[in-house]
């Protein structure tokens, strides 16, 4: 049995607003869309702390690009499990595509590590790169690295914009800490 939590965690400082991830976003966008221009794109969010900026990403790369998304878990309440499973055992259809995965968070690095060796093991992507919201500044586990970051951040838990502590506040328009 895990022991009874002695404390709730609160919401802490806003550490990125609504103003700065919008205009972080514009520049991503751009950037992601002159690396893509002329090739089969298909963006791979994963679910779901991806959701929301996967979707204000989207709307920022005017290429005729396909969309689809992957659940996997990792994650109870704070800490890392280590273990990455797949929530469905379909891959999207990605043979011959360059494929952009795009997740809310890059901290251990495992999760992205483990979707991007099923993606080569399991079919025959053109390309596959990685496009993180934010990136924690800390020593990986896995020698991952994200080729687009939104912001680099310390290494403290963050919530909002569809990040999540126990499935809330994934709909804080902002980037907070939690104490
Ligand atoms: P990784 O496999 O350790 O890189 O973690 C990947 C997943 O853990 C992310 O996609 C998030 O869902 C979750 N995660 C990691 N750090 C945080 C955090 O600070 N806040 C909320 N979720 C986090
Ligand atoms: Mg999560």
Redesign the pocket.
């Known amino acids: 049995m895990d022991s009874f939590p002695t404390k709730t965690p609160k919401l802490g400082r806003v550490l990125i607003d609504e103003a700065a991830i919008a205009s972080r976003l514009d520049a991503l966008g751009a950037e992601i869309t002159a690396v893509y221009r002329g090739k089969p794109l298909t963006v791979v969010a994963?679910l779901n702390?991806?959701l929301v900026f996967a979707a204000d990403l989207l709307r920022r790369i005017p290429l005729p690009l396909r969309l689809d998304c992957i659940s996997v878990t990792?994650?109870h309440g704070r800490e890392?499990t280590g273990v990455?499973t797949f929530l469905q055992t379909a891959l999207p259809d990605i043979d011959g595509r360059d494929v952009l995965l795009v997740?809310?968070?890059?901290?251990?690095?495992?999760?992205?590590a483990a979707i991007r060796r099923k993606f080569i093991t399991e079919a025959s992507p053109a390309s596959i790169r990685i496009a993180v919201l934010l990136r924690?500044r800390k020593q990986r586990e896995s020698s991952l690295e994200a080729d687009f970051a939104g912001f680099d951040i310390g290494d403290?838990?963050?919530?909002g914009y569809g990040?999540?502590?126990e499935e809330r506040y994934r709909n804080l328009p902002c980037i907070s800490v939690?104490e």
């Open positions: 994963v702390g991806s990792s994650y890392s990455v997740d809310d968070i890059l901290d251990t690095g495992r999760t992205l924690k403290e838990f963050v919530v990040l999540d502590y939690l």
